[in-house]
Each structure stands twice: as structure tokens, then as C-alpha cells.
């Protein structure tokens, strides 16, 4: 191995999959013996039980009258340039263009004005909403085309996504954007004997109306005139009311949990027949994958990244985004027969062993963070020279 790098990651304090990557990137980039430092305004759920030597450095802003809410953003820019004048960091790698990518640039900026001194390489991962979503409205699109042109490099966790990035924001570096997709810990998430009783379908998200847990929920309810099921439902946020109510109003509350907000998802994935994803869009679907790593097929809308994960009829199914009698029908297949669900679920686990196996794509990260340090230094104006 090449001499350790100093590192800093930036990243949501999230349960969903930007925050989940950027922890798990920081627990295995320690393990390989690099020094990391981890920015957030919270601690995130899977460092919080990490025991890797990790610097969490936690920054929020100060309550103030003028702010309407504090300013965690320019907190993590003053707590980055801050270790950086300490450590000397080599890397910053920001996770979503808005805000932490621009987060990351000031400081670099800052670095550079406030002495003569070699400052931290910029690298931006997207991942999905930071261009889809909050990168395309007109309120942050220049600073999302600012963020991604003035960094030393970009990835994108899919190749659907990279397209997007580059049609929207066609001033992205010289060099392109890299492809290095999600990855899973095979060790923590492993398969589990089924139990006992009716089959089961699980479903993990923040339940934002693009996650679509209502019209999962309604697809369910059909598919239970057909087979007798259960399911799963992991997380919590805006479409919970709603999600409810559905089950409530067409009598079948007993056949749903809501489990809320939980980190322990190797046992609740693996146990399950099938795990179910919905989304109206979707840059990869990590939740996906950790169920696929569990031995568990995937029933998918084919929208996004989501058919580079699943391999259509061999690890899971994809269904159109706004057929619900498709979706049902797949439903009730995976559900009603247990044995074809068994074997798509060893055909999952081999892929997610084969194609996302968390040290490999790491080692594509760090092989990306050394040709970086290779280049010249970004200057005000500059591209990447490749």
C-alpha cells in the first residue's frame, strides 16, 4: 500500500443512501490505514456504533436572530479549513454538490488565500437529488454548475445518473464524471434462514413522496385478494400519515408494521421473502442492494440507476413505474412462490458479491484520490487537466 492519505469526508448525518455511503466509505478508508476525518452537523447512524480511530467532527451553526435557522453549512467550512490548517488534508470528498460540495470548495479557497501552502483536493460524489432535484431548481443551479466545475473531480453512484449530471450541467471537469457505484458490506449483511408463517415483503425509506410508499401500500392491499402476506415497512417521514391511512381505510392494518426509524437492517432485511422498492426515481437504490447482499430478490420500478443494480427475471424484477396491476402481479409471483424467490435471492447475493463487494469499490475510490494528488493543483479559472 502507498503512504496512508489524509482525508475528510463530508456528508448528511442521514439514514438514506448518501449518508450510509459516506459512513461506510469513512469505516473502511480507516481500516485500510488512511487518517479520516468525517464532517456532518450530526453524528451519522452507522459511525455512531463504528469503533474505526474516525474523527467525527461535528458542526453546527450558532443560533443568531438574523438566521432563520442555523448555519450548519458555513460551520462545516470553518471546521473543515480549521483541521485542514492543523492535519494538512490531502482530500475532501464531499457527498452531494449541495451544500457539502460547495462547502468544501470555500475552504480550499480559503486555504489557498489565507497562506502559500498546498490545499485539499476537492472531490464531489452526486447521488442523485443534488441534480435531480435541488441541483435543477433555478435557486441552486448555478452554484450546483460552480460545484461541479471547479471540483478536481466528479462521480456519480450510476451511470443513468452521470448522463443526467453531464446533459444538465455541461460544464462539468475535463475529465469527465466517474462512474464508482454504491457498495455493501458482505460481512454485516448475510443471509438468514426464513421464518415461519406468512411470506413477506419489506420496504426501507424515508418515505418522501418520490420513495411512493402509498401506491406500494395500495399494491399490497391488492395483492392480499390473492395471497396471504405481510409487510414491512422501515422508516419514517412525510408519506407515513398517508401510508396509514390507506391500510386503515382498506382494512388491512394488521398485515403492515410500521417499524420507524431503525438501524438494525441485516435482521430485518434478511428474514424477508422480498424487498420492495417503489420509487417514481431513484439514482441506484442502496436499500436495494443491502437486501440483495441479505439473499433477498428485489421487486423495482425501472426507473433511474435501479436496472443497474437488478439484473431483470434473475435477481429480482422490474416492473414500469405507473403499472400498480404489474407491480401487484409481480408481488403476488415472488410472494406465492417461495422457492423461485429463494433462488433470485442467491442469484442476489452472488451479484452484490461479485459486482458491489465494499473493499473493491473502495479501492476504486482511493485509486481515483491518487491520480488526483498526481495532477496539478486547481487554480482560480482552472479545469482539471486529465
Not at 451553526?61 to 480549521?82: N, Q, V
Not at 460552480?146 to 449530471?165: C, G, H, I, K, N
Not at 417461495?338 to 452472488?350: I, L, T
Request: charge should be negative; proline fraction near 8%.
Amino acid at each position: 500500500m502507498s503512504a496512508p492519505l489524509r482525508i475528510g469526508i463530508v456528508c448528511h448525518p442521514t439514514y438514506g443512501g448518501s449518508g450510509v455511503v459516506a459512513s461506510e466509505l469513512a469505516i473502511t478508508l480507516a481500516e485500510l490505514g488512511h487518517r479520516v476525518h468525517l464532517f456532518s452537523h450530526a453524528v451519522p447512524p452507522r459511525l455512531a456504533r463504528a469503533s474505526q480511530p474516525i474523527e467525527v467532527h461535528v458542526a453546527q451553526g450558532i443560533p443568531y436572530p438574523l438566521f432563520e435557522s442555523p448555519p450548519h453549512d458555513l460551520a462545516i467550512t470553518s471546521r473543515i479549513l480549521d483541521v485542514h490548517r492543523s492535519e494538512r488534508l490531502d482530500i475532501v470528498h464531499a457527498h452531494y454538490a449541495i451544500p457539502h460540495a460547495v462547502s468544501a470548495l470555500v475552504a480550499r479557497e480559503a486555504a489557498r488565500w489565507a497562506r502559500n501552502e498546498p490545499t485539499p483536493r476537492v472531490i464531489t460524489t452526486v447521488h442523485g437529488t443534488d441534480i435531480t432535484l435541488v441541483g435543477n431548481d433555478p435557486s441552486y443551479a448555478p452554484l450546483t454548475q460552480y460545484a461541479l466545475s471547479a471540483s478536481d473531480a466528479v462521480t456519480s453512484v450510476s451511470f443513468d445518473l452521470a448522463q443526467r449530471t453531464a446533459a444538465n450541467f455541461v460544464d462539468t471537469p475535463a475529465c469527465g464524471i466517474e462512474v464508482i457505484p454504491n457498495f455493501v458490506d458482505l460481512d454485516e449483511f448475510q443471509p438468514q434462514p426464513r421464518r415461519p408463517g406468512p411470506p413477506t415483503a419489506v420496504h426501507v425509506s424515508n418515505f418522501r413522496r418520490v420513495k411512493r410508499v402509498p401506491f406500494l401500500v395500495e399494491a399490497f392491499g391488492d395483492a392480499l385478494r390473492e395471497i396471504d402476506a405481510r409487510l414491512v415497512l422501515v422508516g419514517d417521514g412525510p408519506d407515513q400519515d398517508e401510508a396509514r391511512r390507506i391500510a386503515r381505510a382498506r382494512g388491512f392494518c394488521e398485515r403492515i408494521t410500521f417499524l420507524g426509524m431503525r438501524d438494525a437492517l441485516p435482521e430485518l432485511l434478511a428474514p424477508a421473502d422480498v424487498f420492495c422498492l417503489a420509487s417514481a426515481e431513484e439514482s441506484f437504490g442502496l436499500s436495494a442492494l443491502e437486501a440483495m447482499a441479505c439473499g433477498v430478490p428485489v421487486l423495482a420500478t425501472r426507473v433511474g440507476g435501479v436496472a443497474e443494480v437488478i439484473d431483470d427475471g434473475a435477481t429480482g424484477v422490474l416492473v414500469p413505474a405507473d403499472d400498480r396491476t404489474a407491480y401487484t402481479r409481480a408481488l403476488v409471483k415472488l410472494l406465492s412462490d417461495r422457492e423461485r424467490a429463494r433462488s433470485m435471492g442467491d442469484a442476489a447475493r452472488a451479484a452484490a458479491a461479485s459486482r458491489f463487494e465494499r473493499r473493491a469499490v473502495v479501492a476504486r475510490y482511493v485509486a481515483l484520490y491518487q491520480r488526483v494528488l498526481q495532477r496539478p493543483a486547481l487554480g482560480p479559472g482552472m479545469t482539471p487537466d486529465c
